[in-house]
């Protein structure tokens, strides 16, 4: 069974920083993609920030500058460092991994989600 266990939410005040991570078990291979999705109060789901097992990396506008993504390969783990943190980043963050191509993965999974809140 695959899981993602995320951890490292929180409260922060603005201009704060946390750290998130994201734990893959049950897998013998590296996911091709693994990053951040986020989900606000009456808000869409949005993309965060995704690397890639070759480090490749995109991100959201709204990030850019201020969240830094990174993985290690050997421990199947991405990290996700949040700078300059806002009250608009307020959201329950949920990891993402997938398998294959971006378009279309072999396998899709998601973590539970964490709470990230940012008090102004």
């Known amino acids: 069974q695959v899981q993602l266990v995320e951890s490292g939410g929180g409260l922060v005040q603005a201009g704060g920083s946390l750290s998130l991570s994201c734990a893959a078990s049950g897998i013998i291979f590296s996911f091709n993609h693994m990053g951040w999705y986020r989900q606000a109060p009456g808000k869409q789901r949005e993309l965060v920030e995704f690397?890639?097992?070759?480090?490749?990396?995109v991100y959201a506008d709204s990030v850019k500058g201020r969240f830094t993504i990174s993985r290690d390969n050997t421990k199947n783990t991405v990290y996700l460092q949040m700078n300059s943190l806002k009250p608009e980043d307020t959201a329950v963050y949920y990891c993402?991994?997938?398998?294959?191509?971006?378009?279309?993965?072999?396998?899709?999974?998601w973590g539970q989600g964490t709470q990230v809140t940012v008090s102004s």
């Open positions: 690397i890639t097992t070759g480090y490749s990396t």
């Open positions: 993402n991994a997938k398998r294959g191509t971006w378009s279309t993965p072999l396998s899709n999974y």
